[in-house]
Each structure stands twice: as structure tokens, then as C-alpha cells.
């Protein structure tokens, strides 16, 4: 059994139920307070009839009530490119996961190319370049500081040309409680518009399963300054986390689509519900 029932069975195992110890194991679990007390309140309204098993099937019942079962899926759009921004902060796993999911799009059969926007960080467009070598993929990449907007819409226009099913953008790394890079992000996109009105049709911010609430605090100000279609969540590979996935669901409203389990390209897949709940929560 996965890390937070595990914790919620310890500590039911006793004769009677300690609500603030239990209410603590799923806070501890990075459910977040709302969904914690929707939970809660679900489990005293059985009163003395709660069984250690009951409260593990109630857990999960609440939960898939909050996450889809099959997020939307990422499929190309025929005539033109369909153009991913991947967002996020440093550390985060943000350009492994742009190139993972260029992996993953190739290994279904279709056409990927990158762009290299991240170029206030040398090693980011180095580190992308050293991946798109080893997955045999496309690059676009500019000078150093170049201005990123600029990489995005070559790499747009280069995609366009070649009849590209995908174009992944892996952007610079950047604090969500700066202003001055979040007007940055909306430049890109602006940006990406003036080819394709619909572009960036897709902007996944990746997050940290083991950050927990921060993780919430950086979907809100990036959902704020960029209106997040999805998440891509990483680290959640022994690390008994993953409850923030569930908090941002609730409390946002944003799906998580992609998970990373591990550090190589094939521990990158896509969000299954029933398969976080039952193995990884």
C-alpha cells in the first residue's frame, strides 16, 4: 500500500479514531486543508460504524471525485504545429520533462521538435540540446540572452515548414512572485499568437511533488499569469508525496497530465487516476 493510507491505517489501527492525529496524516499527505476537511467531514458522519478499511475506501472515494479519470490527451492538431510551453520554476525538472515529453510524442508516432527558450540559463539550452541529441529530435535554439520570445516564434516558424506535429518550448526557469518574468511568459505568448491565434495551445507547469504546498502556491501564480491547461509532476518516485496533485485539482481546477517516476526517459508518463490513487497516494 502506498505512503499516505499506509500512515492513515497506522494510525486507525487502534482502538478508537484520533481525529487531529488523522487530520494531521493528511495534511502531512499534501492533500491541502479544504480537500482535508471535505474528507473528514465525510468520515465523522459514520460516526463509531468507521472501520480502518472504510476510511481508506472513503479516502479514495473523495479523492477520484476530484481528479479526472482520463485527462485530456495530447493530439496533434493536423494543420499546423500544436505548441506546448512548458513553465515552471528551477528545480523543478522543467527541461528533462520538456524533453521526456518530446520522447513520449515521438514514441507514438509523431513529429517533435524543441526550442531551446530557456536562454538566461546557458546550461538549460545545453542540457536540452545534449537530449534532443539522445531522442533524435529537431532543436531550435538562439544566442545567449537572446530575447526567448524570438527563439519561440523561429522554432514556430520552423515547425510550420516542416509539417511538425508538436513543438515543445521549454521557457527560462523563473520565480513565481516575479513580476517582471511573468510578463515575460505573456510576451512569448503574444508572441506565438501572431502566427497561430491559438497559440501556445498548451502550457504545462511542471511542479515538484515533493515541495507540497509550495507546489500549490507556484500553480496559483502561474495559473493567474498564464492560464495552465496542465501539470507535470515530478519526483513522485519514492518520495510517499503526491498529494499535491489532489490539492491543486481542488482547490484550482487544474488536471495533472504528465507524472515523472524516475530520472530516465522512459519514467515519464502520462496521468492515470486510478493508478495514483490505488499505488502512489
Not at 65 to 84: A, E, F, H, T, W
Not at 210 to 239: C, H, P, W, Y
Not at 253 to 267: L, Q, Y
Request: charged content about 25%.
Amino acid at each position: 500500500m502506498a505512503g499516505l493510507f499506509k500512515r492513515i491505517l497506522q494510525r486507525l489501527s487502534r482502538d478508537h479514531i484520533d481525529w487531529d492525529e488523522l487530520e494531521e496524516s493528511l495534511i502531512l499527505g499534501d492533500l491541502g486543508l479544504p480537500m482535508t476537511t471535505q474528507i473528514i467531514d465525510r468520515l465523522r458522519q459514520r460516526g463509531r460504524k468507521l472501520k480502518p478499511d472504510d476510511t481508506i475506501s472513503i479516502c479514495r472515494e473523495e479523492i477520484r471525485k476530484i481528479i479526472p479519470d482520463s485527462p485530456p490527451s495530447l493530439s496533434p492538431l493536423g494543420d499546423r504545429p500544436k505548441v506546448i510551453l512548458i513553465v515552471g520554476v528551477n528545480g523543478t525538472g522543467k527541461t528533462t520533462s520538456a524533453a521526456k515529453l518530446a520522447k513520449l510524442l515521438k514514441d507514438s508516432h509523431h513529429s517533435v521538435m524543441l526550442a531551446a527558450a530557456d536562454t538566461f540559463r546557458a546550461a538549460a539550452v545545453e542540457q536540452l540540446q545534449i537530449w534532443a541529441n539522445r531522442i533524435d529530435v529537431p532543436i531550435v535554439s538562439g544566442e545567449d540572452k537572446v530575447d526567448p520570445s524570438s527563439v519561440c516564434y523561429d522554432a514556430q516558424t520552423a515547425a510550420t515548414k516542416a509539417g511538425t506535429d508538436f513543438l515543445i518550448c521549454d521557457t527560462a526557469g523563473r520565480i513565481h512572485t516575479r513580476h517582471n518574468l511573468m510578463e515575460e511568459l505573456k510576451k512569448i505568448r503574444r508572441t506565438l499568437a501572431k502566427r497561430d491565434a491559438g497559440a501556445p495551445h498548451e502550457i504545462l507547469l511542471v511542479v515538484d511533488a515533493t515541495t507540497g504546498s509550495n507546489a500549490l502556491a507556484q500553480a496559483r501564480q502561474f495559473n493567474e499569469a498564464t492560464e495552465l491547461t496542465g501539470l507535470i509532476v515530478t519526483k513522485l518516485d519514492g518520495s510517499g508525496k503526491g498529494g499535491v496533485i489532489v490539492s491543486i485539482a481542488h482547490e484550482i481546477g487544474i488536471p495533472t497530465r504528465f507524472i515523472g517516476v524516475g530520472e530516465s526517459a522512459r519514467d515519464f508518463e502520462a496521468f492515470d487516476a486510478g493508478h495514483y490513487v490505488e499505488h502512489i497516494l
